[in-house]
């Protein structure tokens, strides 16, 4: 079992950048591919960027980078020139597998997300 938490939501001013970290416990993330997904009111969760285990990495915007220190444990999203409609709950999840996962069900572990509010 994976065990994931968010951190570093907030409020934001559209222009600015905030970097969500994604901590994992139970298990040691480098055998897993990692991914981020958002979820705004009334809207399905979203693909946002992930990253397999060797770095390579894929993202919806080229605003947002994915990283990963499997030495800390943790995954990383950097937002950069966020606007209001990067509005959303922002969730990490994890998979024991090696790919790029754009789906919601290619992954198995799910934290309980951090908000992200963006205002004009």
């Known amino acids: 079992q994976v065990q994931l938490v968010e951190s570093g939501g907030g409020s934001v001013q559209a222009g600015g950048s905030l970097r969500l970290s994604c901590a994992a416990s139970?298990?040691?993330?480098?055998?897993?591919?990692m991914g981020w997904f958002r979820q705004a009111p009334g809207k399905e969760r979203e693909f946002v960027a992930a990253i397999r285990l060797n770095g390579y990495a894929d993202s919806v915007e080229g605003r947002f980078t994915i990283s990963r220190d499997n030495a800390k444990n943790t995954v990383y999203l950097q937002m950069n020139s966020l606007k209001p409609e990067d509005t959303a709950v922002y969730y990490c999840?994890?998979?024991?597998?090696?790919?790029?996962?754009?789906?919601?069900?290619?992954?198995?572990?799910w934290g309980q997300g951090t908000q992200v509010t963006v205002s004009s």
């Open positions: 999840a994890a998979v024991q597998r090696d790919y790029i996962g754009k789906k919601t069900y290619l992954y198995d572990y």
């Open positions: 139970g298990r040691t993330i480098s055998q897993y591919a």
